[in-house]
């Protein structure tokens, strides 16, 4: 390319010296430095707590200091002397603080005090805990109806503080658990309950030992999941195949130098990870997949034809699935011209990657994001399993599908009941061990949230943890949603900017964060537990001394509400916040798989919840792991915007130096941009053709026709390696273009990947 591509030093690897040296600037920056750094020793041993950063599996037999740039940052971002006390919010009005940016209001530092907001001052003042639950449960109590209240979850929160959320949420009436899941692997969930009986990953961490291909789809573990990039690492040295798809060339992905290798780390040397790199077009999974299935059973005929042995798994396929033959029709009806155009990929292309699956007696897949957040999200998500089933790749070791996870415990809430769509049988559990009436009827998801406060038939939001406000699609409108509640109350460690649009009665509950020592009454420290993206559930206890005395667990403060709100005769809020391990049992008596939970936990790497798909159990309606047999979409965003010229699609993803909303700084050093987050990449030959806005500001206005004007103002162009008719800039600046009103079919995911807009020149100031 003749082109100036943003400075990234191509020949630098991701990770090595550049990652050390973030994580002392963390660790110092941290202006906890002792602390910080005692915390790092503990995250993820058996006697610390469970690191903040990923989902990621730990190894069974860990180094003493499982080392990762995330995981630092994660735990300084915490361990952080800076405070937000009564006194910051005496100073700054919420109108002011709205005008700050992310970056600026976490950077206050930890919460130190529960705070009411006063309409009169428009200032957050310093209450009592018992004047909070108390006026939150008479609001929650006033409602007509407990339909009118949202009980969001964020992924950090235990199963101890999920499960007791949703015991309050359920007692006191109602199914509306939106939940940071919807907007990120919903869909995985979704498509893997349909094709596998559960709507979870089957793979462990051994496995990724052994297999002999790895597909990475749509990810970015080199920021994300550095963890899971030193293991795709030691499989790429080890000879395994790791096949990347995605549509811009991520360093990390390239190679990576391993921090935890001393020898690599001293001879400045580092290791490629991907053997393929296929830059599909956004949207474009479905279709390579496809392509995949097409070569294979092209050449499963040859072989048949020759006379020789099928390729495929035929055992597997006879015994274990169903609906191959409807696949098959579906593949054959599928031509090369829509694969390729859909995909932009090359036949050949496809074929190499197909050549690869064959070549491989065991193959897993991962994905993330990438494939997530589009609107066809499930039927991709199963396409991935269809390939995946052809050959047997699930349920043996070294082989399987592997959604990678995001916020910590994300999975671990699902499975503890943070479900608008409960099973029955969860209800009929929970009517049996507490006497209460159950509700049947199904809650809202983040979508149908912000839809039920924007027409006023919810009233009331409690978050547990997360950034509701700047998560969502459409910023503008969500914080109208919010404001327009008769009831907010968030429990947080930091102030962010959904705290800043409160509703008519608003609290601020300052909660303990994973790295600090939760003491009961009695002085005797409690642990809590979570399950990793390999269904391992552990425990986790934190070691620093809490970041103000005025704290209270999560738990605390759900049980202080609870108790507010539906009165103790039916359940004991109080002992259970005393003793953690009388909500372990309920969760034991009401959740299938956490038999002796509370020994089991206490083993060093505590167990792994069984998973029937792993064993080739399909629990799903056929009783088999079952094909699909989607159409490609007529055409994908991508598709769309090359046909409509000044059109692009633009895919919203994180910076190497951010955590979701939480910004921990202002650089994206993999991919070359520092001190800026306003940017936005592009194709240099899109630049080119937009000759007077190279390297130039520009305003990004959203092209979808639902009668919303959105734009975001003032973003520098980065041309970079990526396909063209695409952009691609950070999340979440850019929530204000991603619309409410599209979203995955069958996941009601925000489609963050996949926005039609168009680049204008801004309006002079
Ligand atoms: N440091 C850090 N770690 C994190 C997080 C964080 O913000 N910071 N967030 C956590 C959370 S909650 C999550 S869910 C995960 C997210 O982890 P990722 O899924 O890695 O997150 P994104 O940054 O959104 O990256 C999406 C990747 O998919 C690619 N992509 C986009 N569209 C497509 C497509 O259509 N096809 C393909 N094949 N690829 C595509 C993008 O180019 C990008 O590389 O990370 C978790 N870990
Ligand atoms: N455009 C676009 N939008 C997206 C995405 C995208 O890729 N593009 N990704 C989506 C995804 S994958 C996700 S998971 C969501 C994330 O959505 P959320 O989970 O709602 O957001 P976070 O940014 O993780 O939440 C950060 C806040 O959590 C609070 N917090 C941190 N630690 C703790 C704790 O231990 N306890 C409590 N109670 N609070 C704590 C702090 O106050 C902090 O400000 O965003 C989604 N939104
Ligand atoms: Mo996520």
Redesign the pocket.
């Known amino acids: 390319m003749d082109h100036p591509v943003a400075s990234p030093k191509r020949s630098s690897a991701a990770g090595g010296w550049g990652a050390l040296k973030s994580c002392g600037k963390h660790l110092l920056g941290s202006r906890a430095p002792l602390s910080g750094a005692r915390a790092m020793l503990k995250a993820n041993q058996p006697d610390g707590f469970d690191c903040?950063g990923c989902a990621w599996g730990d190894p069974e037999h860990g180094s003493s200091f499982e080392f990762c740039e995330n995981g630092v940052k994660a735990v300084s971002w915490?361990a952080t002397d800076k405070r937000t006390p009564p006194k910051f919010f005496a100073k700054h009005t919420v109108s002011e603080l709205r005008g700050w940016t992310d970056y600026a209001l976490?950077g206050e530092g930890r919460l130190t005090h529960p705070m009411r907001y006063d309409a009169q001052s428009d200032r957050y003042v310093p209450t009592t805990w018992p004047e909070a639950f108390a006026a939150i449960g008479a609001s929650l109590r006033g409602l007509d109806h407990p339909d009118q209240a949202e009980f969001y979850t964020?992924?950090?929160?235990s199963n101890e503080a999920a499960y007791l959320y949703q015991l309050f949420a359920r007692h006191y009436g109602t199914n509306n658990f939106p939940d940071?899941?919807n907007?990120?692997h919903e869909a995985s969930g979704i498509a893997l309950q349909a094709a596998i009986g559960i709507g979870k990953g089957t793979v462990l961490l051994e496995d990724f030992e052994k297999a002999g291909a790895i597909f990475v789809v749509g990810q970015n573990p080199g920021t994300n999941h550095p963890r899971m990039l030193g293991d795709l690492r030691k499989a790429a040295q080890r000879g395994t195949r790791v096949v990347v798809f995605n549509p811009v060339r991520e360093r990390g992905l390239e190679r990576f130098a391993d921090p935890q290798n001393t020898v690599e780390m001293l001879r400045g040397s580092s290791a490629p990870v991907a053997s393929h790199y296929y830059q599909p077009r956004l949207g474009g999974d479905m279709a390579a997949f496809r392509g995949i299935a097409k070569a294979v059973f092209a050449v499963d005929d040859a072989a048949l034809a020759a006379g020789k042995a099928s390729v495929l798994d035929r055992a597997f396929l006879s015994h274990h699935t169903a609906g191959l033959a409807a696949y098959r029709a579906a593949v054959d009806a599928t031509t090369w011209e829509a694969i390729e155009d859909q995909s932009g990929l090359s036949r050949a292309d496809i074929e190499v990657a197909a050549g690869v699956y064959l070549g491989a007696d065991k193959v897993i897949c991962t994905w993330a994001?990438g494939v997530t957040?589009h609107r066809h999200s499930v039927a991709t998500i199963r396409e991935l399993a269809n390939v995946m089933f052809l050959r047997g790749h699930v349920g043996r070791p070294g082989a399987g599908l592997c959604p990678v996870r995001?916020?910590s415990n994300?999975q671990g809430d699902r499975t503890v009941g943070i479900n608008e769509k409960p099973p029955a049988a969860l209800l009929d559990a929970l009517e049996t061990t507490f006497g209460f009436t159950a509700p049947r009827k199904h809650g809202h998801n983040v979508i149908a949230a912000i839809g039920a406060m924007l027409d006023g038939s919810a009233k009331a939001f409690i978050g547990?943890?997360?950034?509701?406000a700047?998560?969502?699609?459409d910023t503008t409108l969500v914080a109208k949603a919010l404001s327009s509640c008769e009831l907010t109350v968030h429990?947080?460690?930091?102030?962010?900017h959904s705290h800043l649009v409160p509703g008519r009665v608003a609290y601020l509950l300052p909660?303990l964060?994973?790295t600090e020592i939760d003491r009961n009454a009695k002085g005797k420290t409690q642990i809590v537990t979570v399950e990793d993206s390999m269904s391992m559930v552990h425990g986790s206890g934190g070691i620093n001394k809490p970041a103000s005395k005025e704290l209270l667990s999560?738990i605390a403060i759900i049980a202080g509400m609870a108790a507010a709100t539906v009165g103790s005769d039916r359940v004991d809020w109080a002992a259970l916040t005393e003793d953690y391990d009388g909500i372990r049992d309920l969760i034991e008596r009401t959740i299938p798989g956490f038999t002796g939970y509370n020994v089991r936990v206490r083993r060093p790497r505590g167990f792994m919840l069984r998973n029937l798909a792993a064993e080739r159990n399909f629990e799903t309606e056929t009783g088999f792991a079952n094909f699909s047999a989607d159409a490609l979409p007529e055409a994908t965003e991508h598709q769309r915007a090359r046909n409509a010229p000044g059109t692009f699609v633009l895919q919203?993803?994180?910076s190497h130096d951010q955590?979701?909303?939480?910004i921990y700084g202002m650089d994206d050093r993999y991919r070359g941009v520092y001190g800026e987050r306003r940017v936005v990449f592009a194709h240099p030959d899109d630049l080119a053709e937009i000759r007077a806005l190279t390297g130039d500001r520009v305003d990004i206005v959203g092209t979808h026709d639902d009668g919303v004007t959105r734009v975001a103002e003032s973003f520098r162009l980065v041309p970079f390696d990526m396909p063209r008719g695409s952009l691609a800039g950070y999340?979440?600046e850019?929530?204000v273009l991603?619309p409410l009103s599209t979203f995955g079919e069958g996941s009601d995911t925000?489609t963050?990947?996949s926005v039609m807009v168009r680049l204008r020149a801004p309006v002079a100031a």
């Open positions: 903040p915490e976490e964020s992924g950090r929160a940071c899941s907007m990120c994001m957040q995001g916020h994300v547990l943890g997360g950034n509701f700047r998560a969502t699609p429990i947080a460690t930091k102030l962010n909660c964060g994973r999560e919203t993803f994180r955590y979701n909303t939480t999340y979440p850019l929530n991603v925000p963050s990947k």
